[in-house]
């Protein structure tokens, strides 16, 4: 069979402001028709820049230095900007990353399915409308009489998800790239979409170009996995084989790192230990804007954090579970119910106390590009903790800076480095440093591991277990993502809609969920269900 | 709620204003008595000084004259000129209609100036094409109106025979066509000074936009650049461009004294500028009161515009 896109040498680079930077280099790949090829990859290893080449919708300053890209039998490296037009949408469909920014705030979402249908002269007017119900139908956007005529801000993310799909699907090409299309959703919508795209692509004969940075889900999906690496292509090969038997030494560091329902635990067995922290019966409601009506964010939630160990709550969006660490950190007051620290209750406390008690907890929240001071030196945003709290003189502090990005293992020397000049994982690091700074005695991680590439992950994971044998440290550890949670736990609470539904002990959790929700949660994690199961045990107590 | 909320900033910011330009206009030296009789003010007797003061409400106590002033506002009653020997309702009904038609026609202008070269300076940064734009908009903003205005009056006049302002003012129901070309000049300078702030917006917006993630969706579906341009882009610069221009109407409808005078158009402008001069308290008080009433309103259409372009302000 002869491929429908045939990648051959192709090489990207970005100019910066100096000089061209080599983002792909020497990238060959094929895809028949109909099947489905992915490419894995962590960020920066160049998977998205090839994706956007073959479409050509590279960013202004990338471009093409070599090889070609044929498509259907036409090089699109050479072909003209009037020809690219025709060709995407009707040869070549994408389904993008972020469901959030990539659908016009200010065009009905029928318009703009419709609008692909025009542009391609495939349809318009009463035709256009009625494919575009028939296309809603399909993605599975239940009332679509109703949905073609609202706007984007009125529909959830997995809805808007599924719109983009309808969307890239629209003309029927025979090429659909999936750039990261469920990345930003939570597990089990993922999983839904995921299939729902499998189903509607067989049905249509539409070759699939996944892109993921997600090995267990390329492996599920995929006929085909390609393993990408600062910028080449590592192994190719089918998608069974290249977990069972990987043969590059990347993609075997990727696959050990991948934190999956079988990993190792970092967390010690549980000991008696007295507790840090009590919740009971906490409670907090928001008014919703405009309305008069409330939402009930966290209801009746209780639970303990003992001393030196790791409880987990794990939840999907909207379920509470940053509400309930906002709440703990006390930037935010609750309804009712109580918080005990170290056997205070929060609510009584007056300013002074408040900012005591801040010492004591610190967080670290998930997106290290946001939560340190652009312009600050790291050294200064580590030190700032203590500044904030009088501690010691400036010579002391920069000290204590020093001490602290050894203790995260980083060198001291980076102190006087500015973030941009940082990877995500250094500077979750810094982040960890600068919660340490005061000694606290429980730590909030808001996501904190959620943002970084897996083999950072687990690095991050390690350290957050070895400061915590070696400092005694309590971590109240926030996550979507279950495997991560069970890697790092002593005990585990599944939240959903403002309330716990379950609780217990990593192993309770995962390999005796009692819970539907809890079981759904587990089995929408890609490499869990049936189709994607892999060495070792199975994590799910359920096929 | 909402709406009660806005009526009450609304008559808040009114009253503050009347407060405002009350004071200001008491605490300059001198009264409508001295203003009017120049030097021979100093030959009144104080008989005769007394009966002006009664006659034009000035031996009441300021907060009598305050109150009456605005009680006599609601009922329709702006006060009389002396001077002009009309009411100032009537001064206002000719001379706001005049000043509004300078403002649309020069923010028209502007838009069709700034707009276009605002997205032409975006469609290539750091380009011939962008220089231009920053240098018109540079020039814009740095000329002052009063130059360029002299500057075209005498060019026009002397080299070309052309001035419509010579000749006395024709409103727009008089002489359509008298009125345009008297209102070509004055809404030219205006709209230039207009259009370096919506050139600028325009560019900075448009720039924005086409980085966005559902701009290059829309490329990945196949839409051809034009009409990416003008839905997807322009469409969702709006916001920004439409603020701009609204602010800069508002400041249009009591900014323009300055050209008003240079080309004798008799706006709303040069009517509180003559009621300075002869410090008829009542003509400027209400005069401003009017302008001021006039920029909260287009600033109301302003974001009644918004919720026409924007689906998310309509929702919230």
Known sequence: ?543 | MRLRNRILTTVGTLFGVAVLVFVMLRAIPGDQITAGLGTEAAALTPAQRQALEQYYGLDQSLFTQFFSWLGNMLTGNFGYSARQQQSVLDLTLHSLPVTIELAVLSIVLALLIGVPLGMLAASRTNSARDALGQVVSLAGLSVPAFLLATTLLSVFAASFGFNPNGQGFATLADDPLLNLRQMLLPALVLGFGIAAPILRTTRTAVLEVRSEDFVRTARAKGVPERRLQVRHVLGNALVPIVTMTGLQFGYLLGGAVVVEQIFSVPGIGRQVLLGIQQKEYAVVQSTVLVIALAFVLVNLLTDALYRVIDPRVRAS
């Open chain 1, 1 to 543: 069979m002869t491929p429908l896109l045939e990648i051959r040498d192709l090489s990207v680079a970005f100019r910066t402001r100096r000089r061209d930077v080599t983002a792909v280099e020497n990238v060959s790949m094929e895809i028949l028709p109909g099947q489905t090829v992915a490419v894995v990859g962590e960020s920066g290893s160049g998977k998205s820049t090839t994706a956007a080449a073959v479409n050509r919708l590279l960013p202004a300053n990338g471009r093409i230095t070599g090889g070609q890209v044929l498509f259907d039998g036409r090089d699109l490296v050479k072909a003209s900007a009037r020809e690219m037009s025709a060709i995407r949408g009707a040869g070549i469909g994408l389904v993008p990353q972020d469901p959030m920014s990539n659908l016009n705030p200010l065009m009905r979402i029928g318009d703009q399915i419709a609008e692909a249908l025009e542009v391609h002269g495939v349809a318009t007017g009463k035709a256009a409308r009625a494919r575009v119900l028939e296309l809603l139908n399909l993605v599975g956007i239940p009332d679509p009489a109703r949905r073609i005529g609202q706007y984007p801000h009125e529909f959830s993310g997995g809805m808007r998800q599924r719109a983009l799909i309808a969307m890239g699907l629209a003309c029927r090409p025979k090429l659909l790239i999936a750039d990261e299309p469920t990345s930003a959703l939570d597990v089990t919508v993922q999983r839904r979409i995921l299939d729902q795209l499998e189903q509607l692509t067989a049905e249509m004969g539409t070759a699939v170009f996944l892109i993921t940075h997600d090995l267990a889900l390329a492996a599920e999906r995929a006929d085909v996995v390609a393993v990408m690496h600062q910028g080449r292509i590592v192994e190719t090969g089918k998608a069974g084989e290249i977990l069972a038997e990987p043969e590059h030494e990347y993609t075997r560091r990727l696959l050990g790192a991948v934190p999956s329902l079988s990993s190792v635990r970092v967390a010690e067995p549980e000991r008696a230990a007295e507790d840090l922290v009590v919740v009971e019966g906490l409670r907090k409601v928001f008014p919703i804007r405009g309305t008069g009506e409330e939402l009930t964010a966290v209801d009746a939630v209780s639970f303990a954090i003992p001393r030196g160990r790791t409880v987990s709550i794990v939840g999907e969006s909207g379920s509470g579970k940053s509400t309930t660490a906002n709440l703990l950190l006390g930037l935010d007051g609750a309804t009712s119910g109580s918080i005990r620290f170290d056997g205070t209750d929060l609510a009584g406390l007056g300013r002074r106390e408040l900012f005591a008690f801040r010492r004591r907890v610190q967080p670290v929240f998930q997106n290290p590009y946001a939560s340190l001071d652009p312009r600050y030196p790291v050294g200064k945003s580590i030190a700032e903790p203590l500044r904030v709290h009088r501690v010691g003189g400036a010579a002391e502090r920069k000290k204590a800076a020093a001490e602290l990005l050894e203790k995260v293992s980083l060198p001291a020397s980076m102190a006087d480095r500015l973030p941009h000049e940082l990877s995500g994982g250094q500077r979750q690091r810094v982040a960890i440093a600068r919660a340490l700074a005061l000694s606290p005695e429980l730590v909030v991680l808001d996501e904190a591991v959620s943002a970084l590439d897996v083999l950072v992950q687990a690095q991050i994971l390690e350290l957050l277990a070895e400061l915590q044998r070696e400092l005694g440290l309590s971590y109240l550890f926030i996550s979507h993502d279950l495997a991560v949670v069970r890697m790092i736990s002593h005990a585990v609470h599944v939240m959903r809609n403002g309330r716990i539904v379950e609780s217990g002990t990593a192993e309770d959790i995962f390999d005796h969920p009692e819970q539907d929700y809890t079981r759904e949660l587990l089995a929408a994690i890609p490499g869990a269900g049936p189709s994607g199961e892999r060495g070792g045990e199975r994590g799910g107590g359920q096929g």
